[in-house]
């Protein structure tokens, strides 16, 4: 038996004394899609802080990879939510994807020709390498998403984690991600943040609604409880028009 | 001006003034993109404290200073990471006292009068060829450093919450940009003073910013107009004999006001930027 991909158990975490997770326990093993919801605020960037190490909880542990968090680093992607910050800095799309290739075991050298042909690889999946000498300010957002989506790619992660990773681009790219998403997946474990129920049902193997507490569905239902939990608001108002996205049974494999 | 640099102390002045700048680029452009501007003043302010000090106990002022200096700026990085929505005031209290502390060492200093001014607006026309050595290896120390650790200082200035999670150690590179800013600003102290260290360290920078994609050539492009800056400040107040620091601040000012107007005229923004 593999070490799970994620093992929480019993997380507490608050800021500044709030509250913000509540013992929250998930078990996620090696291979699967892992569709996070919740409302604005419910944690769920909080969430993936934690998972990345950004963040230590108060209470309860968290393993990734059978590591402690922070100790995986090398062997985790992540894209940010934000990915505005810092608009001014002088710095190319190629630069920023480059990021992805820094290691702590690699301080102090210049990169290398393969770290530059996987960022090149990473690029071009990202749809974005023609732009890879403009200054990354000048990019609109949902190009700027994409180059921080390469930079994850670059990396070449055992886990994803991505925050919203398609807040802001076009329905096109983001139907091309989630192909692509899915594809990696044989591979590499995927953790991916949405306010997009239609993701979730599309492409995710198992689901989860944080608001405060987490509920997690092994079998990627998104159900009546969790969109009661995450939306306070009747189940057919979410699923208004897209009826068959909350089935009982799974539609994937 | 030519004729002048036949003596010793102008030729010590235009080379502290280049080597100076060259710091002053590379850290400046660091501190520009780290946003520790603040940070920066208040370990210039706070350095004097090191200099009354010094002055007290009978030491070199420049050892106390840079002592002072890196002190300071080791507690201000501690702040800013542990209480970060008021790290701002603590740094100003701190700048504060440092200033006091180093007025009322020298008050007590028996029968020793001190240049007050020259530690203010600086006093590069004075500085000694030992000083310059010291400044020599203080620049070389800062170039390797920040050559060897290019990649991840990029990292850490452009998205440090990115850069811990790939494994990057960014509290110790902060505290080493922060001491290299302090070895900077006490350098630049003896150029420009303390009350101007900021001008020198920030302006060229921000220029650069807007002209260069990269922070290397952020670093470059500061360092030379640095140059700019420092040697013709130095040539107008040799040649209409005024306060050299002050004048130095003035052309970069100066500088800082046409590159604005150009850039406004381009339509690449200005100060709203
Ligand atoms: N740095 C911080 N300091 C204090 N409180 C914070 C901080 N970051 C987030 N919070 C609080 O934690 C709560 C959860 O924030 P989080 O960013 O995890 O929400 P989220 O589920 O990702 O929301 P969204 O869908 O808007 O991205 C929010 O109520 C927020 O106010
Ligand atoms: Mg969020």
Not at chain 1, 165 to 177: G, K, R, Y
Not at chain 2, 184 to 207: D, E, F, N, R
Request: proline share 4%; glycine share 10%.
């Amino acid at each position: 038996m593999t070490v799970p991909a994620i093992d929480m158990n019993g997380v507490w975490f608050s800021y500044d004394r709030t509250p913000i997770l509540e013992d929250v326990t998930l078990t996620l093993k090696q291979g699967d899609f892992l569709g996070i919801i919740g409302p604005n605020g419910g944690g769920k960037t909080t969430l993936l802080k934690l998972l990345l190490g950004v963040l230590k909880p108060d209470r309860g542990t968290i393993k990734i990879l059978g590591e402690a968090p922070h100790d995986a680093n090398h062997r985790v992607g992540y894209v940010p939510q934000n990915t505005d910050l810092n608009i001014t800095f002088p710095i190319s799309v190629m630069e920023v994807a480059l990021m992805g290739r820094l290691s702590r075991s690699r301080i102090g050298r210049r990169y290398s020709r393969k770290d530059r042909s996987k960022v090149e690889e990473a690029l071009k999946k990202a749809g974005i390498w023609e732009h890879r000498h403009i200054p990354i300010g000048r990019l609109s957002g949902g190009q700027r998403q994409r180059v921080f989506i390469a930079r994850a790619l670059a990396t070449d992660p055992e886990i994803l984690f991505l925050d919203e990773p398609t807040a802001s681009v076009d329905p096109e790219f983001e139907i091309d991600l989630f192909d692509f998403l899915r594809e990696l997946n044989k591979q590499v474990t995927i953790v991916t943040i949405t306010h997009d129920v239609g993701v979730i049902s599309r492409n995710v193997k198992s689901v989860a609604c944080v608001n405060k507490s987490l509920i997690y569905h092994e079998e990627g239902q998104i159900t009546a409880e969790m969109i009661d939990m995450a939306y306070q608001c009747p189940v057919d108002l979410i699923a208004h028009g897209i009826p068959h996205r909350v089935l009982p049974t799974h539609t994937e494999k | 001006m030519w004729e002048a640099l036949q003596f010793d102390f102008m030729r010590n002045a235009l080379l502290a003034g280049v080597l100076v700048s060259i710091s002053c680029g590379i850290i400046g452009s660091l501190v520009v993109v780290n946003r520790i501007v603040f940070i920066s003043g208040g370990i210039a302010h706070a350095a004097f404290g090191g200099i009354g000090l010094a002055f007290f106990l009978g030491f070199s002022p420049s050892l106390g200073a840079s002592l002072f200096a890196v002190g300071v700026a080791i507690i201000m990085g501690a702040v800013s990471f542990k209480s970060k929505h008021r790290a701002d005031t603590i740094i100003g209290v701190l700048w504060a006292i440092g200033m006091a502390l180093g007025i009322i060492l020298i008050d007590l200093t028996p029968g020793y009068h001190v240049d007050l001014m020259s530690y203010l607006f600086g006093s590069i026309l004075t500085v000694p060829g030992s000083d310059i050595w010291i400044i020599i290896i203080l620049n070389m120390v800062i170039l390797l450093t920040v050559i060897i650790f290019y990649k991840e200082f990029i990292a850490m200035s452009y998205d440090e919450e990115f850069a811990f999670i790939v494994g990057i150690p960014v509290k110790p590179l902060y505290f080493i940009l922060l001491g290299m800013t302090a070895l900077a600003v006490v350098m630049t102290i003896q150029v420009v003073g303390l009350i101007l260290v900021i001008a020198l360290l920030t302006i060229p920078p921000y220029i650069a910013e807007k002209y260069t994609r990269s922070l290397g050539g952020m670093m470059v492009l500061a360092s030379i107009l640095g140059i700019f800056f420092t040697l013709g400040g130095l040539w107008l107040s040799y040649s209409y004999d005024l306060t050299s620091g002050a004048t130095i601040i003035l052309v970069a000012g100066v500088g800082f006001f046409i590159f604005q107007a150009i850039g406004l005229l381009k339509g690449r923004g200005g100060i709203t930027r």
